[in-house]
């Protein structure tokens, strides 16, 4: 079974980057849609990214919408989420998720969750 695990959460400044990549084990991520989703103390969970299997598609949260980057490397079975530009307002437990169903913000449609990284940004 496909397992996810996150990494690359921190405490940030404002203004600063942070790169989190989601590795996979337990199978291959070349036919999975990855997203990134996220969940601030007390909100619901939030639609931040995905990429299509092939990573020709990516969509993004128009909150997060120039700001942030994503990308997969199929070779090393990682999507990576580049976040620049940080505002406190990022701050959450970040997740990724797999599906077979497309690049979607829509989370009901993944599969397989990771147990997430904390981004806190504060000063």
């Known amino acids: 079974q496909l397992q996810l695990v996150e990494s690359g959460g921190d405490l940030v400044q404002p203004g600063g980057s942070l790169r989190l990549s989601c590795a996979a084990s337990?199978?291959?991520?070349?036919?999975?849609?990855i997203g990134w989703f996220r969940q601030a103390p007390g909100k619901e969970r939030e639609g931040v990214s995905c990429?299509?299997?092939?990573?020709?598609?990516?969509k993004f949260a128009d909150s997060v919408k120039v700001r942030f980057t994503i990308s997969r490397d199929n070779a090393k079975n990682t999507v990576y989420l580049q976040m620049t530009s940080l505002i406190p307002e990022d701050t959450a437990v970040y997740y990724c998720?797999?599906?077979?169903?497309?690049?979607?913000?829509?989370?009901?449609?993944?599969?397989?969750w990771g147990r997430g990284t904390q981004v806190t940004v504060s000063s």
């Open positions: 990429i299509s299997s092939s990573g020709g598609s990516v």
């Open positions: 337990g199978g291959t991520l070349d036919y999975y849609a």
């Open positions: 998720a797999a599906s077979q169903f497309g690049c979607t913000v829509v989370s009901s449609v993944y599969d397989f």
